[in-house]
């Protein structure tokens, strides 16, 4: 069974930082686009962040609200994906979730990754 394992959520200051790490089981997702999504109660699932690879370039996207502050990268040897988030503000908190997509035209839409992870919890407080 295919399966993305998220890690490195937990309780954070404001203006702290949280390293959230993706690691898939089952499989590689060598050449998938991975991505970063977060959910806040009572809100809809939104896009963070994404990498991606295409023509032998990687490319990044950000959601505005977090440019300069996270950063996606990944880790070849250690198939893993992260997600580096720095200066932490309490409307960061959320269930963050890591997605995998094999094909993809829009990176910022959760209707475009066919694997998903559990989700990890981080908490900003103020």
């Known amino acids: 069974q295919v399966q993305l394992v998220e890690s490195g959520g937990g309780l954070v200051q404001a203006g702290g930082s949280l390293r959230l790490s993706c690691a898939p089981s089952?499989?590689?997702?060598?050449?998938?686009?991975m991505g970063w999504f977060r959910q806040a109660p009572g809100k809809e699932r939104e896009f963070v962040a994404a990498?991606?690879?295409?023509?032998?370039?990687?490319?990044?996207y950000y959601a505005d609200s977090v440019k300069g502050r996270f950063t996606i990268s990944r880790d070849n040897a250690k198939n893993t994906v992260y997600l580096q988030m720095n200066n932490l503000k309490p409307e960061d908190t959320a269930v963050y979730y890591c997605?995998?997509?094999?094909?993809?035209?829009?990176?910022?839409?959760?209707?475009?990754?066919?694997?998903w992870g559990q989700g990890t919890q981080v908490t900003v407080s103020s």
């Open positions: 089952g499989r590689t997702f060598s050449g998938y686009t």
């Open positions: 997605a995998a997509a094999n094909t993809v035209v829009v990176v910022t839409s959760n209707h475009e990754y066919d694997y």
């Open positions: 990498i991606r690879w295409s023509g032998g370039r990687t490319y990044y």
